[in-house]
Nanobody, 119 residues
Framework: VQLQACGGGLVQTGGSLRLSCAAS????????MGWFRQAPGKEREFVTA????????VYADSVKGRFTISRDNAKNTLYLQMNNLKPEDTAVYYC?????????????WGQGTLVTVSS
C-alpha cells in the first residue's frame, strides 16, 4: 500500500486543518490505519488510530478532544480533522498502516505533510 498525506499548512493557534491520506490498492479497507507526527528535533510519535471498520478509535492524550480521525473505505482515504491547534502540534504528519494495535506502524512511510501552528 502506498500512502500520501496532504492538507497541511500554516495556521494560527486555535485554528483548524483537515489532513487527508490517499492509499493505493484494494486492501485499504482491511487494515487499521493511523496518524503519526514528527516535530523538529524529536522522534516520530503516535497521534491516533482507527480500526478497519471505524468501530474502534484511539487518541494520544495530547490530541484527545481536539483531533478526529475518520476513514472512507470506498475512497481509500484516511482523514484527520484537527481543531484548536496549538504550537506544539507543529510537525510533519504521516499516515500509516497499523501493524500492532494501536500504535505500532509498518515500517514504510509515505509522503508526509507539514503542519505549522504559529503562536
Amino acid at each position: 500500500v502506498q500512502l500520501q498525506a496532504c492538507g497541511g499548512g500554516l495556521v494560527q493557534t486555535g485554528g483548524s486543518l483537515r489532513l487527508s491520506c490517499a492509499a493505493s490498492g484494494r486492501i485499504f479497507s482491511t487494515y487499521p490505519m493511523g496518524w503519526f507526527r514528527q516535530a523538529p528535533g524529536k522522534e516520530r510519535e503516535f497521534v491516533t488510530a482507527i480500526s478497519s471498520s471505524s468501530g474502534i478509535i484511539v487518541y494520544a492524550d495530547s490530541v484527545k478532544g481536539r483531533f478526529t480521525i475518520s476513514r472512507d473505505n470506498a475512497k481509500n482515504t484516511l482523514y484527520l480533522q484537527m481543531n484548536n491547534l496549538k504550537p506544539e502540534d507543529t510537525a510533519v504528519y504521516y499516515c500509516a498502516r497499523i501493524q500492532r494495535w494501536p500504535s505500532v506502524p509498518f515500517g514504510s512511510w509515505g509522503q508526509g505533510t507539514l503542519v505549522t501552528v504559529s503562536s
